[in-house]
């Protein structure tokens, strides 16, 4: 028994239109059961992922991270700085540097870390945070 492995012209328009018209049946049939494309479900659908897209952490999820990421700077090795969450996406950086270029590296990177939108930075800075205006006192004020 041969078989012929060519289809004809009249067979690639049948199977093509049966193809076709099985897809817009399944799409009717889906958009019937999942109910009609309308302007306020696509913005709540593309509000959805661009919500996706962006990280959503706990208070202390967002702390941890920044927490993390501190202690992985080389640069920040030796200081104590203490990660406060505020709210979700909000940390608050405490503690005592020797310079203001190691306070401004800290509040970069915790702004660097993925889901944090707030950083409050209430870093002193040692020889400048710690002396009274005309006072030659030095005190200690914690953070």
Known sequence: MQRDEELSGAQIVLWTTLGV???????F???????????PRMQRVARRLGQAAHVRL???????????????EPRLAGFSIEVVA????????RG???DRAARTL?????RAVAGIDTVVNSIL???EDDRIPGDKRVTDQSA
Do not use: F
């Open 21 to 27: 018209g099985t897809g817009l049946l399944a799409g």
């Open 58 to 72: 706990t208070p202390a999820g967002s702390a941890r991270a920044v927490d993390a990421a501190l202690h992985a």
């Open 125 to 127: 800075v040692r020889g």
């Open 106 to 110: 800290a509040a970069r990177v915790a």
């Open 96 to 98: 005592w540097v020797t």
């Open 29 to 39: 049939a889906l958009s019937e059961w999942m109910g009609g494309v309308t302007r």
């Open 86 to 93: 505020v709210s979700r996406g909000t940390v608050e950086l």
